[in-house]
């Protein structure tokens, strides 16, 4: 999911609404500029034990059957077959890669996040707002070892980390390139930028080689999650049990002197019209299950796009009521570290 400027049309917000909004400026450069001790990305010890490359195998596979993603669709991508996520074969497809400087604050710094953008989903969203990379596969065809190539070139040019956006059916391709791109002096940590609906099996292979999980949590809801995610209803109970073992995995984050982050857990919240998304139960759960602390980027960029027109429910943008009602209920509930787009509402 990618951020974008939002400009809503429609009355200035309430002072009420602007007193939340303003009481709640994004904390997380303030709690995250505490450096921790100095980090290296965790997969290099897998990569000089060779526990990488078995990794890498052992997920490559699982597309025999595919079981890479919750669908678990079964396709035998091996021979060329294609998956429900619309992809084929063993190559990969790629939409960009560059440096971003409009993702989190933490992951940009000054030299931007090195993202590589996948084409293709497994998710399919009604409302995509990529709909022509995610649902179309636009992009270019490239092998795993174009893949350590970009890698290697986002570092040479300055970014700060390995940006993997929509990672979860590539995720055998993403560990060989990974494997390559470390014995050629990768060094920067790698973030694994997932709709959050990720399988336990998949985690567990991805341990000690994600330093940074950066899950969507989109619905509370599994009607809601079946109605506008293609039929998957398992979504609200994967996706928790999944960023519980992204936290299990990477317990406290570790940032910088320059409060650029190494390793640690951004989870994104959209909050969509008429509480499709469930947001102020999703915080509730977060408060309970995760630190308060945890960096939370409660997203105000919905908007009708794909084919979002024919559902009523999600087919305007949100307003600036309704997205404040979220800040507050996670403001209340302790959470500390919330990225909320200020001034973007403020044109609302
Ligand atoms: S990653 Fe794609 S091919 Fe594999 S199980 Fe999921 S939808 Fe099917």
Known sequence: MRRVNVHN????????????????????????SDPGPPCRPAYLALHRSGELLERAR??????????????ECGANRLQGKRGFCGTTGTTLTVSSFHPHFGEERPLVGTNGSGTIFFSHCSLRCVFCQNWEISMQG??????????AGMMLWLQRIGCHNINLVT?????????????????????LPVVYNTSGWERLEILKLLDGIVDIYMPDFKYWDSGMASTYSSGADSYPGVTAEAIVEMQRQIGSPQYTAEGVMQRGIIVRHLVMPNTVS??????????KNMKKDIYINIMAQYRPEYKAHQYPDIARKI??????????????????????????????
């Open 9 to 32: 049309s429609g009355p200035r917000p309430s002072r009420q609404v602007r007193a939340i909004l303003a009481a709640t400026r994004h904390s997380g450069s303030e709690t995250a």
């Open 58 to 71: 052992r997920m490559w596979s699982m597309m025999g059957k595919c079981r890479l993603c919750p669908r």
């Open 138 to 147: 636009c992009g270019a065809e490239r092998s795993v070892e174009d893949l």
């Open 167 to 187: 990672p979860t059916h590539y995720s055998a391709h993403i560990l060989k390139a990974l494997d390559l791109a470390a014995g050629r002096d990768l060094r």
């Open 278 to 287: 469930g947001s102020e139960q999703i915080m509730e759960w977060i408060a």
């Open 319 to 348: 307003t600036m009521a309704e997205y404040a009602s979220v800040v507050e209920k996670a403001r209340k509930l302790g959470l500390t570290n919330l990225d909320v787009h200020t001034a973007s509402l403020m044109q609302f």
